[in-house]
């Protein structure tokens, strides 16, 4: 069946301009997850969505960042005013009900200049 | 701080050899742990999964070892394959302290010669 996909798969924008990144996550599933990796670092988590629970907000870096889930499907990851330390791949994972194990998209690599 | 740490940056294995990735978590919480590995350009891929009650998980060529006292897993490869060459992340959640999030080590390096 098919995975998690993530659009753009790249996107260069400069600095000070809004960028939005989609994720649909695999179909059925309930959870879904953005982390972003900056060059030479690890994943880090940005935030979370569960159902129609209220989403875990508790990564993302600064309140130009947020994110949105409609529907319990597709998410949009909008980060306003980039600056280039948001330069970084995006990834977004979803995972079914009950489970802890969560599949990644391809991500989406963020340039900004 | 560093909850999940690989301190291995990379680790070069003959083909056929085992490959040992090693990771070490300071948070004793967490009670699912994850290995993925990562190539270029490409997101993330599930290899094997642990649970806190256990000390070993199997599949095929991968082994999972979790030594909770040490608060240390490993991966196994073994026999190492060229295809193995990629990025190899650890990952830990907790819950519910963390939810369903995970946190990541800073991922190991595998290359795997012919």
């Known amino acids: 069946g098919a995975g998690v996909s993530q659009s753009p798969s790249n996107k260069v924008t400069e600095k000070g301009k809004d960028v939005e990144l989609r994720c649909d996550p695999i179909s059925g599933h309930t959870a879904l997850y953005w982390y972003r990796q900056s060059l030479g670092q690890g994943l880090e988590f940005l935030i979370y969505f569960q159902g129609n629970s209220a989403p875990d907000k508790s990564g993302l870096p600064s309140d130009r960042f947020s994110a949105e889930r409609t529907g319990g499907s597709v998410s949009t990851l909008t980060i306003q005013r980039t600056q280039q330390e948001d330069s970084a791949v995006y990834l977004c994972?979803?995972?079914?009900?009950?489970?802890?194990?969560?599949?990644f998209g391809p991500g989406t690599r963020l340039l900004v200049l | 701080d560093q909850q999940v740490k690989q301190n291995s940056p990379s680790l070069s294995v003959q083909e056929g050899r085992i490959s040992i990735l090693n990771c070490d978590y300071t948070?004793?919480?967490?009670?699912?742990f994850l290995w993925y590995k990562k190539y270029p350009a490409e997101g993330p891929t599930f290899l094997i999964s642990i649970s806190s009650i256990k000390d070993k998980n199997e599949d095929g060529r991968f082994t999972v070892f979790l030594n909770k006292s040490a608060k240390h897993l490993s991966l196994h490869i073994v026999p190492s394959q060229p295809g193995d060459s990629a990025v190899y992340f650890c990952a830990a959640s907790a819950q519910p302290e963390y939810g369903n999030k995970l946190v990541f080590g800073a991922g190991t390096i595998l290359r795997v010669k012919s």
């Open positions: 994972a979803s995972s079914p009900q009950g489970s802890e194990t969560q599949y």
């Open positions: 948070n004793s919480m967490f009670d699912y």
